[in-house]
Every structure is written in structure tokens, then in C-alpha cells.
T-cell receptor, first 115, second 119 residues
């Protein structure tokens, strides 16, 4: 069965430091991969997506992610974290269900930012 | 362009009661998906509606049901509420195309959610 694993439940980084959030997936075919961010009490906002092609994808808010097929990973990175990046981050894989697609999410990684 | 909206924002119900949550899809989107997000968990797919019919369902019992209307808005109904139904319910919309699953179908736009508390 398809699944997404985010190994880190909670990460704390200092403002200005670099960030990497890990995501591993299990999917039989070529995956469609996504990162979403959720601020407290809010819905999910799409940060970036990977469908095919260049394995390094750029997203909004200065985030990027790299797809590594050999490692079944799609890690999210940011070179310099801002206090406003504190939120919960979810990795998801697109799942073909019915005649339309839906998403399978990981359990999320909560990011805290120290001043 | 109008984003996805959901109502109500918060809701408190008693075990055994029934609840209806509402969602208006983003302008131009004809497909609505519902997700349940329990505390500390990622969203879980409940079901999806396309052209007013249920089109794909996750591992949720039949007491979770829904509707989609001609204007593509949608309702999620939950009967016989249980304590474990307490969660954030998220609606997401996207553009479906007949006979195809374009990449864009997976690029879902989420509403702010309805927080349901069952006591």
C-alpha cells in the first residue's frame, strides 16, 4: 500500500539557519509528490510539487525539494529559516483512486524557530 | 478568483448526533475531496465528489456520507457521531476532466477547515 513517512515529529532550528525536513514514500509507480504547510488553525497551503523532470523543484517562500528515486525520498529544504516559517509541514503522494486523484499524507513535522 | 471556503468554523456536538459540514469549491473547480485530520496526524482522505457523484472513498464507514451540488459545492454528513470523530475536517477542490486524471487533479487547494468536537 502507498504510504508516506516523515521521520521527524518535531524540529527546532534557529532563525537564519538552514532547514531540511525528511520525507520517504512507498509507491509502486512514478510518484507525484507534494509538500504542504499548515499554520496553527489554518488549512493547508501548497508549497511545491513534483510530477516529473528536473528532480530539484522550487516552491514558494524560498523552499525547494529534491526527489531521489533511489532513496524514495522527497526532502524539503530552505537555506535560511525565518521566524514566520514556524508551522507544521506535510509531505504527500498523489494516489490514483476512482477516476480522479487524491492525496496520501504523512503525519507531519512541526517546525519551531528559535530567535 | 475565490478560494475554498468552509462553514462553520467550529462545531460542538454530542455523541450520537448528526452533523453537516459545508464547502464551496474554488472558482472553476468541479471536484471536491474531504479529509479528516485528527489531532497530531496528517489528513486522511474520506471521499471525493465529481459531477455530483461519489468518486473514490477512503477507509471510512458508511455513516460518513456526502453530496455535491450543481454549483460544485459540497456537504459532508456524519451520522451517529463518536468521540473519535473529533477532528479538523478539510475540504479541497481541484479541476477534474472526464476520462482523464491530469496531474493538476492531484494539486488540491484546501479550505481553512471545520473543527468538530464531539463530547
Amino acid at each position: 500500500a502507498q504510504s508516506v513517512t516523515q521521520p521527524d515529529i518535531h524540529i527546532t532550528v534557529s532563525e537564519g539557519a538552514s532547514l531540511e525536513l525528511r520525507c520517504n514514500y512507498s509507491y509502486g509507480a512514478t510518484p507525484y509528490l507534494f509538500w504542504y504547510v499548515q499554520s496553527p488553525g489554518q488549512g493547508l497551503q501548497l508549497l511545491l510539487k513534483y510530477f516529473s523532470g528536473d528532480t530539484l523543484v522550487q516552491g514558494i517562500k524560498g523552499f525547494e525539494a529534491e526527489f531521489k528515486r533511489s532513496q524514495s525520498s522527497f526532502n524539503l529544504r530552505k537555506p535560511s529559516v525565518h521566524w514566520s516559517d514556524a508551522a507544521e509541514y506535510f509531505c504527500a503522494v498523489g494516489h490514483y483512486g476512482g477516476s480522479q486523484g487524491n492525496l496520501i499524507f504523512g503525519k507531519g513535522t512541526k517546525l519551531s524557530v528559535k530567535p | 478568483e475565490t478560494g475554498v471556503t468552509q462553514s462553520p468554523t467550529h462545531l460542538i456536538k454530542t455523541r450520537g448526533q448528526q452533523v453537516t459540514l459545508r464547502c464551496s469549491s474554488q472558482s472553476g473547480h468541479n471536484t471536491v475531496s474531504w479529509y479528516q485530520q485528527a489531532l497530531g496526524q496528517g489528513p486522511q482522505f474520506i471521499f471525493q465528489y465529481y459531477r455530483e457523484e461519489e468518486n473514490g472513498r477512503g477507509n471510512f464507514p458508511p455513516r460518513f456520507s456526502g453530496l455535491q451540488f450543481p454549483n460544485y459545492s459540497s456537504e459532508l454528513n456524519v451520522n451517529a457521531l463518536e468521540l473519535d470523530d473529533s477532528a479538523l475536517y478539510l475540504c479541497a477542490s481541484t479541476l477534474g476532466i472526464p476520462g482523464a486524471v491530469p496531474r493538476a487533479a492531484y494539486e488540491q487547494y484546501f479550505g481553512p477547515g471545520t473543527r468538530l468536537t464531539v463530547t
